[in-house]
């Protein structure tokens, strides 16, 4: 049985930092694209970042380029959320993902994607 967990969430000033982690089990983590969502109060989930299983290949949300960092330790079963220069708006529950395909490709639709961690909050005050 798959499992993701999510660490790293908290409350922070807008312009700080986190690092958000999410540990597999359960799979051959290093055969699957990774992908990190996320859901606001009363907004539907939205993608945020996905890696594919080499980690060379990586696609960011245009909310988020420049300020997040997705990255992947196939050695430690790991898949990491860096993000910087936090606004207000990226307040949400932020959750990982893996798809239903092992494979070569990533994604970044919420569909392609078989199992969810349980979520991270992060909070941003201004």
């Known amino acids: 049985q798959v499992h993701l967990i999510e660490s790293g969430g908290g409350l922070v000033l807008a312009g700080g930092s986190l690092r958000l982690s999410c540990a597999a089990s359960g799979l051959t983590f290093s055969s699957y694209a990774m992908g990190w969502f996320r859901q606001a109060p009363g907004k539907e989930r939205e993608f945020v970042a996905t890696?594919?299983?080499?980690?060379?290949?990586?696609s960011y949300a245009d909310s988020v380029k420049g300020r997040f960092t997705i990255s992947r330790d196939n050695a430690k079963n790991t898949v990491y959320l860096r993000m910087n220069s936090l606004k207000p708006e990226d307040t949400a529950v932020y959750y990982c993902?893996?798809?239903?395909?092992?494979?070569?490709?990533?994604?970044?639709?919420?569909?392609?994607?078989?199992?969810w961690g349980q979520g991270t909050q992060v909070t941003v005050s201004s």
């Open positions: 993902a893996a798809p239903r395909y092992s494979g070569s490709s990533y994604y970044t639709s919420a569909d392609e994607y078989r199992v």
């Open positions: 890696i594919s299983r080499s980690g060379g290949s990586i």
